[in-house]
Structure formats: C-alpha cells, structure tokens
C-alpha cells in the first residue's frame, strides 16, 4: 500500500470510527427516551398550523398510517368543500373504513357569507362530534379546523370541551393556518409548517397530485 | 325592536359587512395569483424538511393525492426500513399503484456500521432511478433522503442531477430532516417542519396510527 493509500484508508476508518461512537450515543439518548416515555398506548391530540404546505396532506398520511394499523377514520372537511381533492377520491375508496363529511360551498372568500359560513361550520361540527362520541373510530381528521376557529364560526371552549370528553384511545389530527393559543395548549404534539419556499408564488399553477 | 337589540342586530349586521368586504378583497388577492400562476402542468419538487413532525406523512399524503387523481406512485424509503409502518403496510395494499422500496435495516444508530449503511443507501438509490426514469410514474417520494444526504451516505451532486433529468411531468417529494441548501436551491416547494411541542418528549410513547 503507498503512503497516500495507507493514509486515505487511515482517514476513512477514522470517520467510520467516529460515526460509529456518534451512533452508538444517539441510539443510547433514544433508547432512554424510548424508556422513560409511557408505554400505554393512549389517544393523543396532534395540530398541524403555520403557512407552509403540509398540514392537510399530513393528516391524510396519519390517515392511512391508522389504517394500516386496521384503525377507522372519520375525516371531517372544514372550508375547504368546494374542490374534490385527491385523497377525497381516494380515500371514499373505502367506505367501510373512512367516514367522510365535507361541509361544502368551498373557501369563505368565495362565498363572502358570514352566517351561511357559521352555520354550515355548525353543521360540519355535529358531525365531528358523532366521530368524537363513537369509540370503534380510531382516528378523527379534523381538517382545516382551525380556520372554522379563526373566523369564530365555532366557539374553541365548546370544541376543546368536546374533543377532551372523546374516546381514551382516540387519535385528533387538526390541520389549518392560526391554531388558536387555546387549542395548542391541550394538544399533545403541535407541528408549526413554516414556508421556506412555494412553487405557487413563483408563479407555477397548482400541480395535481400535489397541491390538490 | 328594543334599542338593546336593535344595537346588537346593527352590530352583527356590521361584522358580516366587514367580514364581506375582507373575504371579496381576499378573493380577489387570491384570483389574481392563480391568473398569474402558469397553468401548464408540470411535475414539480417538494421538500419537507425540520425537526418537527409531518414530514412523512404529509409525503404519504400527497402520494394517496396523486393516487386520487390515477396517477402511479413510487416509494423509496432510506433509513427507516426496519419499521413496518402503518403507511407501508396500507400501501402494500395497491402493487399496480404503488411500487415500495424499503431500504432495510433501520436507523443508522441501531447499525453503527458506515459502510454497510452507505453501500444500502447507494442501492437505495439505483432503485430511485429506476422511477425518475419512469415516465408512468406521476409521483416519487423519497422518503429519509435528506437524512442519507446529510451521512453523505450519497452525493448530493448526483443526486441532484438525477432529479433534474427525470420526466418533465413527474413529481418528486423528499423528506427527512436537515435538507442539504443544494437540494433547496433546485426544489419548487421547501416546508420546513416546526417543533411547536411534541407529545413523546412530554413523556407519552409513540403511539400506532400517528407516529408510526
């Protein structure tokens, strides 16, 4: 072996060595956290907010992930009625395992109706509450929620009263821009999608399959 | 009318007024940038990347999307192989619609091995190729790619010049936290993931149907 080979196969075994001590404290911290957390499986309550992409088509992934898991779901569409999205199409694939309700009418800036918007939010909130009350569901979407809280079509004490009074094993998923202070707080994981950056705003049309 | 409630009637009447006049300016906002937007389809890259959660499943999200809409998906997964997550398992459902990869073996810090875990992504990413060769397939998710990245178990180069050359129709969505700035650059669409609060660091077990 030359001088230069001896010392790149030196080099190279020193960041394999490294990488090997820097894995075997990273797997001994998860291992630990793994450990201290509960291992009782329980109903958690998980926000998807900020501007970012991501939220809804988040909650769809935990979506199939639950039912995977042979869980149902309910998914109950907050605002965004008017487009007939990919996952609705797909997902009523299957109705014998996702229940889905849509308010209808589409975003609030196309109706411009403040009390039909209201009672239709009102509406689409009776239903998410048979989905709360109903035990052999074990994944509830609640999808752009938030924006229903944001504009005061729904009163966010009744709606947290509701979800907190839910199955022990029950699984919330609320995606949409402003969660309210109130609802982070007794949620349980709360994911913030900041935009680093969107195809939209460069001036690219929303694509099938990823935007919509 | 008593002059209480005529006051009450004239000040809700004023909110929906605003609440109107704000939606038809929003509305307006909002067409404008769609008529600017270029409406020719085009396969576009998403990114999701940061610590919080989402990024997976909003990838599998999207991938049921597309599968709404007919279109093909491939998977490949680095990293994460050693978990039969609910996503795989629900996916496996649809071989015509879906091709899995799963790079195997699980998180680099269960292996501690450098090597072994350069030569799988490597593999890992022949596979890739394969779809982002494939014009049939309408969406790619190369799920933990950024992690494989940032081990430089791949180079980013190469990476990137694969991406570029892949049909122009064909959407490509990369996860995984610490998205290299390079693969940023050349990306449509960059979320990143926030921590706001996380559920397992509160001490609750990851629970089936949401986290895994």
Redesign the interface.
């Known amino acids: 072996m030359s001088e230069q080979n001896s010392e790149n196969h030196n080099d190279s075994q020193a960041?394999?060595e490294r990488?090997?001590v820097r894995?075997?404290r990273?797997?001994a911290v998860?291992d630990a956290?793994?450990a201290?957390?509960?291992?009782?499986?329980?109903?958690?309550i998980?926000?998807?907010?900020?501007n970012?992409?991501?939220?809804?088509?988040?909650?769809?992934?935990?979506a199939?992930?639950?039912?995977?898991?042979g869980?149902k779901v309910g998914v109950v569409q907050f605002i965004k009625g008017a487009l007939s999205?990919?996952?609705?199409?797909?997902?009523r694939r299957f109705p014998d395992e996702v229940s889905f309700h849509v308010m209808g009418e589409g975003y609030?800036?196309?109706?411009?109706?403040?009390?039909r918007d209201t009672e239709k939010a009102q509406l689409a909130w009776q239903q998410a509450r048979t989905f709360l009350a109903d035990p052999s569901i074990?994944?509830v979407l609640l999808d752009e929620l938030n924006i229903a809280l944001k504009?005061r079509y729904l009163d966010v004490h009744a709606v947290i009263a509701d979800l907190l009074e839910r199955p022990a094993m029950q699984?919330v998923?609320i995606t949409g821009r402003g969660a309210p202070e109130e609802l982070?707080a007794i949620?349980?994981?709360?994911?913030?999608?900041?935009?680093?950056?969107?195809?939209?705003?460069?001036?690219?049309?929303?694509?099938?399959?990823?935007e919509?």
Not at 36 to 44: E, K, L, N, T, V
Not at 46 to 50: E, F, I, L, P, Q
Request: charged fraction near 20%; proline fraction near 1%; glycine fraction near 14%.
């Open positions: 960041i394999n990488h090997r894995m075997e990273k797997k998860i956290q793994i201290a957390a509960d291992d009782q499986p329980i109903g958690i998980v926000v998807n907010t900020g970012g992409k991501g939220k809804s088509s988040s909650g769809f992934g935990m199939i992930r639950a039912m995977g898991h869980m999205t990919g996952e609705e199409k797909f997902l609030t800036w196309d109706t411009q109706n403040r009390e074990g994944l504009y699984h998923v982070v949620a349980d994981t709360v994911t913030e999608m900041g935009v680093v950056k969107h195809a939209f705003k460069a001036g690219i049309g929303a694509q099938a399959g990823t919509w």
